[in-house]
């Protein structure tokens, strides 16, 4: 019989510097409302795999602290949830090694991020970048998590954590590793860019105003909505009628995700109103959902002895999970321990 694991949610977010809205709507937010749920979730701020491209040391560490913030501020309880950041818990990078020797070349070799990162340089690129999904697979499943929230760019990614688990289970005869599940839900996972509906909002564009930075005070958040590109066209009565108005979409996705309503709940409400109306509507609203979290995460900045000291008891919590899981995966290998 298959053994039945304990439901724990498992989600890293890179600290690559800059949250936007984006972060946000497509993540935090919904770490929030499955800690409120009750659920066991592990949130991990997966610093080792930004350092697969190099980075300024200084900058690191303050993408870290501004990561863990933006957790703090936007809901995220230390003692609900498990917050750390990743190279503090060694058993991430020690499984990571395990599953380099289950994995093969030719799964990662077909990872599409990859290919994508290191275009035609990928003899130059580091052995990390490529080598990367396999720690993402630790990540997961040190914790033996049981579900990930994902975008539709990670799904790859997932597949790759259950075949390894998969090969694990398979080469060594055991149901050590659970095979774990996608969690895909909700309006406006996808925040589009504010200046063209059909790039997706991304804090390396040259251009401050195609993004709400989850740093923006509220005259910021107010103004980038005022000015985000629209059309002529009057807001539809159903979601159909924005199939082919990409940025008139992705204004009442975001009015619909901070709302916490359904799409075709707002367009009844605004059905037949132009931009002029519904931009001022949905600049308040952004303001009042967003502007909080600004100012929250502006406070815990100033005090970054408090940020690492959540991140230390985070890693600490993290750790009493991963280390009993590791040393049942080295005896599975066969590797001595003797200390």
């Known amino acids: 019989m298959a053994p039945t694991f304990t439901p724990r949610v498992f989600s890293g977010i890179k600290p690559s510097g800059g949250l936007t809205l984006g972060n946000y709507l497509g993540a935090l937010k919904r770490f929030v409302e499955t800690q ?64 380099n020797c289950v994995a093969r070349m030719g799964w990662m070799g077909r990872m599409t ?49 259950r075949d390894i688990a998969a090969k694990f289970n398979n080469d060594f005869g055991v149901d050590f590793f659970p095979l774990v599940e996608p969690v895909i839900e909700g309006p406006a996972t996808r925040v589009m860019n504010l200046r ?26 107010a103004t980038k909505i005022r000015k985000a590109k629209t059309d002529s066209e009057p807001l539809p009565e159903t979601s159909e009628g924005l199939e082919d108005r990409p940025e008139a979409r992705n204004l009442v996705n975001i009015y619909a995700a901070l709302d916490d309503r359904p799409v075709a709940d707002v367009l009844r409400e605004f059905a037949g109103q132009g931009f002029g109306a519904f931009k001022p509507k949905l600049a308040e609203l952004a303001v009042a959902k967003l502007a909080p979290i600004s100012t929250e995460m502006s406070r815990l900045m100033q ?25 049942q995966t080295y005896d599975i290998v066969g590797l001595v321990r003797s200390r």
């Open 36 to 99: 409120d749920k009750g659920t066991e979730a592990v949130y991990c701020i997966v610093d080792l795999h930004a350092i697969t491209v190099w980075q300024n040391p200084a900058d690191l560490r303050h993408a870290t602290r501004e990561l863990a913030a933006g957790f703090i501020a936007s809901g995220i309880d230390p003692e609900k949830s498990v917050l750390f950041n990743q190279s503090q818990v060694s058993a991430h990078a020690e499984l990571g090694w395990i599953f």
């Open 113 to 161: 991020q990859f290919k994508e990162k290191s275009g035609k340089n990928s003899e130059k690129v580091s052995l990390g970048l490529f080598a990367y999904p396999s720690l993402m697979a630790a990540d997961i499943l040190i914790y033996h998590a049981t579900h990930v929230p994902v975008g539709d760019d990670q799904k790859q990614h997932l597949e790759l954590t």
């Open 196 to 221: 063209d509906g059909t790039s997706k909002m991304s804090k390396s564009d040259t251009s401050d105003m195609t993004r709400i930075n989850m740093t923006d005070d509220a005259d910021a958040i």
């Open 303 to 327: 005090e970054p002895d408090e940020i690492d000291r959540i991140l230390g008891r985070g890693a600490e919590r993290a750790e009493a999970i991963a280390r009993p899981i590791l040393e």
